[in-house]
């Protein structure tokens, strides 16, 4: 299989950006853009099972890890997180929501901690 070059235009920042990302990653923008374009092929070629679509919402932020691991009969996160990358989505990033949660109940414990 030979591979072959292409020019794309992305704004800086996001370039930039994503070339943060892919370095504390530990991978190469490279792979990252092969991994999702494979995805994309992937998933548009062919139906979504039940099991891709949980992924696909998860990927997207519309399903909680909790729900998808349930619904999956999954162990644990990482076990979800392995499968959602293996179908060539994207990793979710925590909600502004969940992050304010988690920021909230940090401080409670602080202040149990300090009392």
Request: no cysteine; aromatic share 6%; net charge neutral.
């Amino acid at each position: 299989m030979s591979n072959t070059n292409f020019t794309v235009a992305i704004p800086d920042e996001l370039l930039t950006a994503a070339k943060v990302m892919a370095a504390k990653s530990g991978t190469s923008l490279n792979s990252i853009i092969r991994n999702l374009l494979d995805g994309f092929v992937n998933n548009e070629s062919t139906p979504l099972s039940g099991n891709y679509e949980i992924l696909l919402k998860y990927a997207l932020g519309q399903m909680a890890a909790k729900k998808a691991i349930k619904q999956l009969h999954l162990e644990n996160v990482n076990e979800l997180n392995a499968f959602t990358i293996q179908a060539g989505f994207p990793l979710p990033r925590v909600s502004l929501q969940e992050n304010e949660d988690m920021q909230k109940r940090f401080g409670q414990m602080l202040d149990r901690a300090g009392a």
